[in-house]
């Protein structure tokens, strides 16, 4: 008896983003990263188009994260310059693009005003040449004030700036309207809200084919099966024809990895575990690897080991 | 929902005319704005104005010269279709075949040869089925020769053959019957449409009667309609149940947002 033919017939496609913009569209990158375009779920090449393979972005603060010295440590004393620390993940850790938190903008940390954001994002795009996705620090009062100037220090960059909110959108479609920049939808591990801010970012006049979606990260133990579904349920509907899904998708890996016990306790708390240093970026890889599974296109990674981890398991399953 | 425009029909004083005289505006207006209503297919019906096949080109012609929405061929008469087929810049979806066997061994072999869709009714020799066991009975001859012609499960529409609530009251449930149960025929499944307006054919609340039926029929499995595109009240009541299918994904603003994309 013959084997039946089990492929999907999907009727529709993920939207192509691409990042950063050379010389000759206005930037100064001396590359662009382009994602989306699966016509098929993650690594089912048997069945559709995955003409983009997933892409790593390099963690990169203006201020050292709070995270246990181990884990800074292996990054190395770079970790305290955004530009060297920048330098050294695309040089030595070979990540493609980059990813920019503005941590020390938060009130609660440095408060550093909107014009030093704007200088960290000018440091870093003349140290390097790839493209650059620039968070805010996460408090939407601030970031109204930071974004507005990074966006414009980055001008013609073609950056992907992050995040428009149900509270916030209008701003950051103005922004990267008049930038030229790319948008991250976020919404809190909720798909409808998800949807229901891609309809406003659309509804304000901005092109869906140029936002990558983020429905914020759950560390592996902590909700990540929650988002794992999200993205598999919105790969699907935007397969199916919904282009208010059909994004790419971006994962902060690292930025929720190094805030839970697993990945920043070491035996002394967590008895039994084994030693930080290793558990912290399998940790991080693990999670990681489940996200590439469910469609993630872009993943935010800091531990040199987990990025090497990951873009091999990228290698093999591509 | 796959959306059927059913305004580019004979039966329309202004489009009888346009064919009468020739004149491509009235065709051309409707495809805009049925397919700005996000119409997936736009059913063309040469009614009574025409019986000549150039006259149904010409239409469809006329409707490719304006969108490039796949047309539904609203006509089985083999010799029509054989000349239409050839305009049709994209696979159509003809409309339609009965479970007649002589009916089905004349058209599916030209909608498979031409990649096409076909909707099939449930009505066989003697005529349309009283029961739900008996739409079934046709609806599985209908599936069989489809297959046998090649063609794939989701190339078939399956009609269960909507008769009037005014007058035939104890059929309804049996056509909601049958409907849930030629979803169970394959996987990938058929897909299952109506023509929704003999619900409430001398009815007094026409509307009313239609929107409910049709998100009754949503919930046994239909997925594509022959209607008034630009009916927001239908449109609505059907995005609506199909979010409570959960067919699609909720969003605040999921009506407007139909309307825009």
Same mark, same amino acid.
């Given at each position: 008896m013959a084997v039946p033919d089990v492929k999907e017939k999907w009727t529709s496609k993920i939207n192509v983003v691409t990042i950063g913009a050379i010389k000759d569209e206005g930037g100064t990158r001396g590359k662009t990263i382009t994602v989306g375009g699966q016509t098929t779920l993650p690594f089912l090449d048997f069945e559709g188009e995955l003409p983009h393979k997933a892409v790593i972005a390099g963690f990169v603060s203006d201020t050292p994260p709070d995270w246990p010295d181990v884990i800074k440590n292996a990054i190395g004393k770079e970790i305290n310059s955004p530009v060297e620390w920048a330098q050294k993940n695309i040089e030595e850790f070979k990540c493609d693009l980059l990813s920019l938190k503005l941590i020390g903008a938060d009130p609660n940390v440095k408060d550093a005003s909107p014009a030093d954001c704007a200088k960290v994002v000018q440091d870093i795009l003349k140290a390097v040449d790839v493209p650059l996705i620039i968070w805010g620090c996460g408090d939407? !009062?601030?970031?109204?004030?930071?974004?507005?100037?990074? %966006?414009?220090?980055?001008?013609? !960059?073609?950056?992907?700036?992050?995040?428009?909110?149900? %509270?916030?959108y209008m701003t950051i479609v103005a922004i990267c309207k008049a930038d030229k920049h790319k948008i991250i939808s976020e919404a809190p591990v909720d798909i409808n809200i998800g949807k229901q801010v891609n309809i406003l970012l659309q509804d304000a006049g901005y092109d869906l084919k140029d936002v990558v979606m983020y429905q914020t990260t759950a560390a592996l133990g902590y909700g990540f099966d929650y988002v794992y579904t999200i993205f598999e349920r919105a790969r699907i509907a935007g397969l199916k024809g919904d282009n208010l899904m059909a994004t790419p998708l971006i994962c902060d890996v690292a930025g929720e990895t190094y805030r839970v016990k697993e990945a920043t306790s070491d035996e002394d708390v967590l008895p039994g575990w084994g030693k930080l240093e290793k558990r912290g970026p399998m940790w991080e890889a693990m999670c990681a690897g489940g996200y590439l599974q469910a469609g993630a296109d872009i993943l935010i990674l800091a531990h040199p080991q987990a990025i090497k981890g990951t873009q091999e398991s990228i290698l093999k399953l591509s | 929902m796959i959306f059927i425009g059913e305004r580019i029909n004979a039966g329309f004083q202004d489009i009888k005319e346009a064919i009468q005289n020739k004149d491509p505006e009235p065709i051309k207006k409707w495809a805009r704005i049925q397919t700005d209503a996000r119409a997936t297919y736009l059913d063309v019906n040469l009614g009574t104005a025409s019986n000549k096949p150039e006259d149904l080109c010409w239409m469809i012609e006329t409707?490719?010269?304006?969108?490039?929405?796949?047309?539904?061929?609203?006509?089985?008469?083999?010799?029509?279709?054989?000349?239409?087929?050839?305009?049709?810049?994209?696979?159509?979806?003809?409309?339609s075949t009965t479970a007649v066997e002589e009916k089905m061994n004349s058209l599916f072999p030209i909608v498979a040869e031409h990649n096409a869709s076909i909707i099939g009714l449930v009505m066989d020799e003697s005529g349309s089925p009283a029961t739900a066991d008996r739409r079934v009975e046709n609806a599985a001859k209908l599936f069989e020769k489809a297959i046998e012609n090649g063609l794939s499960p989701d190339q078939l529409f399956?009609?269960?053959?909507?008769?009037?609530?005014?007058?035939?009251?104890?059929?309804?449930?049996?056509?909601l019957n049958a409907v849930s149960q030629f979803k169970l025929f394959s996987e990938p499944p058929v897909h299952i449409v109506c023509g929704l307006s003999n619900i409430s054919s001398g009815a007094k609340y026409k509307k009313l009667i239609n929107r409910t039926f049709m998100a009754m029929l949503i919930t046994q499995g239909l997925d594509a309609a022959i209607l008034d595109v630009t009916d927001t009240e239908m449109v609505d009541t059907i995005l609506t149940a199909e979010l409570i299918m959960n067919k699609t994904i909720y969003a605040d603003g999921y009506v407007e947002a139909f309307r825009k994309s």
């Amino acid at each position: 008896m013959a084997v039946p033919d089990v492929k999907e017939k999907w009727t529709s496609k993920i939207n192509v983003v691409t990042i950063g913009a050379i010389k000759d569209e206005g930037g100064t990158r001396g590359k662009t990263i382009t994602v989306g375009g699966q016509t098929t779920l993650p690594f089912l090449d048997f069945e559709g188009e995955l003409p983009h393979k997933a892409v790593i972005a390099g963690f990169v603060s203006d201020t050292p994260p709070d995270w246990p010295d181990v884990i800074k440590n292996a990054i190395g004393k770079e970790i305290n310059s955004p530009v060297e620390w920048a330098q050294k993940n695309i040089e030595e850790f070979k990540c493609d693009l980059l990813s920019l938190k503005l941590i020390g903008a938060d009130p609660n940390v440095k408060d550093a005003s909107p014009a030093d954001c704007a200088k960290v994002v000018q440091d870093i795009l003349k140290a390097v040449d790839v493209p650059l996705i620039i968070w805010g620090c996460g408090d939407d !009062e601030k970031d109204n004030h930071v974004l507005p100037e990074c %966006s414009q220090a980055a001008k013609g !960059e073609n950056c992907l700036i992050g995040s428009a909110k149900e %509270s916030n959108y209008m701003t950051i479609v103005a922004i990267c309207k008049a930038d030229k920049h790319k948008i991250i939808s976020e919404a809190p591990v909720d798909i409808n809200i998800g949807k229901q801010v891609n309809i406003l970012l659309q509804d304000a006049g901005y092109d869906l084919k140029d936002v990558v979606m983020y429905q914020t990260t759950a560390a592996l133990g902590y909700g990540f099966d929650y988002v794992y579904t999200i993205f598999e349920r919105a790969r699907i509907a935007g397969l199916k024809g919904d282009n208010l899904m059909a994004t790419p998708l971006i994962c902060d890996v690292a930025g929720e990895t190094y805030r839970v016990k697993e990945a920043t306790s070491d035996e002394d708390v967590l008895p039994g575990w084994g030693k930080l240093e290793k558990r912290g970026p399998m940790w991080e890889a693990m999670c990681a690897g489940g996200y590439l599974q469910a469609g993630a296109d872009i993943l935010i990674l800091a531990h040199p080991q987990a990025i090497k981890g990951t873009q091999e398991s990228i290698l093999k399953l591509s | 929902m796959i959306f059927i425009g059913e305004r580019i029909n004979a039966g329309f004083q202004d489009i009888k005319e346009a064919i009468q005289n020739k004149d491509p505006e009235p065709i051309k207006k409707w495809a805009r704005i049925q397919t700005d209503a996000r119409a997936t297919y736009l059913d063309v019906n040469l009614g009574t104005a025409s019986n000549k096949p150039e006259d149904l080109c010409w239409m469809i012609e006329t409707v490719q010269e304006e969108v490039d929405t796949p047309i539904s061929i609203d006509n089985n008469r083999p010799n029509m279709l054989t000349e239409a087929m050839k305009v049709c810049k994209k696979p159509p979806l003809v409309n339609s075949t009965t479970a007649v066997e002589e009916k089905m061994n004349s058209l599916f072999p030209i909608v498979a040869e031409h990649n096409a869709s076909i909707i099939g009714l449930v009505m066989d020799e003697s005529g349309s089925p009283a029961t739900a066991d008996r739409r079934v009975e046709n609806a599985a001859k209908l599936f069989e020769k489809a297959i046998e012609n090649g063609l794939s499960p989701d190339q078939l529409f399956i009609d269960p053959i909507i008769m009037p609530l005014n007058c035939m009251q104890e059929q309804c449930q049996e056509i909601l019957n049958a409907v849930s149960q030629f979803k169970l025929f394959s996987e990938p499944p058929v897909h299952i449409v109506c023509g929704l307006s003999n619900i409430s054919s001398g009815a007094k609340y026409k509307k009313l009667i239609n929107r409910t039926f049709m998100a009754m029929l949503i919930t046994q499995g239909l997925d594509a309609a022959i209607l008034d595109v630009t009916d927001t009240e239908m449109v609505d009541t059907i995005l609506t149940a199909e979010l409570i299918m959960n067919k699609t994904i909720y969003a605040d603003g999921y009506v407007e947002a139909f309307r825009k994309s």
